[in-house]
């Protein structure tokens, strides 16, 4: 069955590192590929996507993912964190031959320490 | 506009009630989406609806009951809901039913059932 894997549930980093939220999805061909942010109590805010072409794709906010296809994975990176980022990422991935499912990871906690 | 707007922002409502949440978008987006989220989990996909046709039900109990009157607007409609119920309804919408340009989601409604 399609899966999206994101490993770890919380992360901390230090405000100015670096940071990279890791994901993985079991599927055959390319999906498209997801992420969002979510602060508490919010909605959903789209960070980036990847459908296909380069496989190093540019967000807002400052961050960027790298599309693995041999890795099966979408991991999330940002060179120099803010106390701002501190929140919930989501990896999301529609697997299209299931149908229009966007299906979530279970999400990892991002906590900046100042 | 580039929003997806959801009402009301928070419910309060008795099992035995009966209540909408209602969801808008002027994007020209056509598919549109209800998610669950519990506290503390991704969020969980309901409904799709795509040309204004319901196209995916995850087999969601009948006391929720989605409708979709028009292409910008889709309600979910809730009677006799039960305690565990309780939880953040996302709406979202895409520009085709495929996803492919990425999902734009509402803030949410909190929903909590006494």
């Known amino acids: 069955a399609q899966s999206v894997t994101q490993p770890d549930i919380h992360i901390t980093v230090s405000e100015g590192a670096s940071l990279e939220l890791r994901c993985n999805y079991s599927y055959g061909a390319t999906p498209y590929l997801f992420w969002y942010v979510q602060s508490p109590g919010q909605g959903l805010q789209l960070l980036l996507k990847y459908f296909s072409g380069d496989t190093l794709v540019q967000g807002i906010k400052g961050f960027e993912a790298e599309f693995k296809r041999s890795q099966s994975s979408f991991n999330l990176r940002k060179p120099s964190v803010h106390w701002s980022d501190a929140a919930e990422y989501f990896c999301a991935v529609v697997f299209l031959e299931y149908g229009n499912k966007l299906v979530f990871g279970a999400g990892t906690i991002l906590r900046v320490k100042s | 506009d580039t929003e997806v707007t959801q009402t009301p922002k928070h419910l309060v409502m008795g099992m035995t009630n009966k209540k909408s949440l209602k969801c808008e978008q002027h994007?020209?987006?056509?598919?549109m989406y209800w998610y669950k989220q519990k506290a503390k989990k991704p969020p969980e996909l309901m409904f799709v609806y795509s040309y204004e046709k319901l196209s995916i039900n995850e087999s969601v109990p009948s006391r929720f009951s989605p409708e979709c009157p028009n292409s910008s607007l889709l309600n979910l409609h809730l009677h006799a809901l039960q305690p565990e119920d309780s939880a953040l309804y996302l709406c979202a919408s895409s520009q085709t039913g495929t996803g492919g340009h990425g999902y734009t989601f509402g803030s949410g409604t909190r929903l909590t059932v006494v």
């Open positions: 994007m020209g987006h056509r598919a």
